[in-house]
């Protein structure tokens, strides 16, 4: 059972021209919601709302979230998305992404109890750091270095819970924390440095995937339209969380290059470098919460995902000649939001 907001409502979505947030507008529309998108392109793109281009029931407002904005009312849902979330777009906008995960929070917190409306927010598995339980569940309170480069964005997304519980407690704003693990699927960019763009870029430029560390590292990757089918669940409820939203094929880094690279067609090549700093040795959730409070579990295999993102992945940058496809190697990461 997955349950979603109502037709004719309005949902408001920070970051919605970014790759979750461009997903779930869509399916938004297509449940008859009117929905206004507010981003500030940081790492975002028009290019991932051409479906919504000149639908009325759409609306791009283009505006940085920490600083005030509004939106007309009525509004009935919030759902914060905003931020950058690639380990190479938040260590290049490290101030950025403080500012997002606080004043962005808080200005869109306003938002929600001016008009009365649920508030959703997306917050990651970061939080967890380097977990020293597994797999993790909400009760768990993580183990992150508060000073490290990843606690931009790390600590951001802490405060950004911490916020949002006390908007609740105190003025009874209907919220609801999404914690997201690593999701993937069409409109990742090519050169974010997420683990799954990067292997299939030099899967398919017929370069070595490469791996930091020793690639024993483990994730979990959920499909992004399941990953939306959540985020639109906890819409649909009441229910504060947190609750993690992720899929529980835990997989090495290394099983991932296989896995991309078999898909890709391409033969396995890796090569190896410097382990990232503070990236997290194991990453799989307890999704329990998920499936009891929202009836969601995610529901496409990987090898099904893998293959509609390389479906995608050729019919746009196919004809893109500017470009190579191959990220250079400080791009690369296998970290992932
Ligand atoms: P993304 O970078 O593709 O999208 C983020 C969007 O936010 C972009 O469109 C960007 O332009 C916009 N944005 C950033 N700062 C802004 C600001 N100050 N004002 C207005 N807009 C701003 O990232 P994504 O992968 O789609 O992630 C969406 C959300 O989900 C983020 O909050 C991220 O932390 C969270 N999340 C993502 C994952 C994942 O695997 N993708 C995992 C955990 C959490």
């Known amino acids: 059972m997955t349950v979603g907001p109502a037709k004719g409502q309005h949902a408001v979505v920070t970051g919605g021209a970014g790759f979750i947030g461009s997903h779930l507008c869509e399916r938004l529309v297509e449940q008859g919601l009117r929905v206004t998108c507010v981003d500030n392109l940081s790492t975002g793109r028009t290019a991932n709302l051409e479906a919504l281009a000149g639908d009325e029931r759409f609306t791009l407002l283009r505006a940085d979230v920490s600083e005030p904005f509004s939106v007309q009312g009525p509004v009935h849902h919030v759902v914060h998305l905003a931020s950058p979330a690639s380990p190479l777009d938040y260590l290049a906008l490290p101030l950025e992404t403080l500012r997002v995960g606080s004043a962005g929070t808080e200005n869109a917190l306003r938002l929600a109890h001016e008009h009365g409306a649920r508030f959703v ?5 970061e939080i967890y750091g380097d977990p020293a339980q597994h797999p993790q569940r909400e009760s768990y309170w993580g183990n992150v270095n508060p000073i490290g480069p990843r606690s931009v964005y790390d600590e951001a997304k802490r405060f950004t819970e911490a916020l949002t519980a006390a908007y609740s407690r105190t003025l009874g704003v209907n919220t609801g924390i999404a914690r997201l693990f690593n999701s993937y699927g069409p409109r990742m960019r090519r050169d974010d440095g997420r683990v799954v ?71 396995l090549r890796t090569e190896f470098r410097e382990p990232a700093e503070d990236e997290p040795g194991r990453r799989c959730p307890d999704i329990e919460t998920a499936r009891v409070q929202l009836g969601w579990k995610p529901e496409v ?24 496809g191959v990220n250079e190697p400080s791009d690369i990461g296998s970290g992932a939001a």
């Open 301 to 324: 295999p990987l090898a099904e995902g893998i293959r509609r993102t390389l479906l995608w992945w050729g019919s746009t940058y196919a004809h893109d000649t500017d470009r190579d």
């Open 121 to 125: 927010v997306a917050s990651t598995s």
């Open 197 to 267: 763009p990067t292997f299939i870029g030099q899967a398919l430029a017929g370069s070595p995937l490469t791996i930091n560390g020793t690639g024993d590292q483990t994730r979990s990757l959920c499909f992004v339209e399941d990953t939306v089918r959540g985020l639109l669940a906890l819409m649909g409820s009441s229910f504060p969380g947190p609750v993690n939203i992720g899929a529980t094929g835990e997989m090495t880094v290394r099983e991932i290059a296989e896995a991309i690279a078999g898909h890709a067609g391409a033969e």
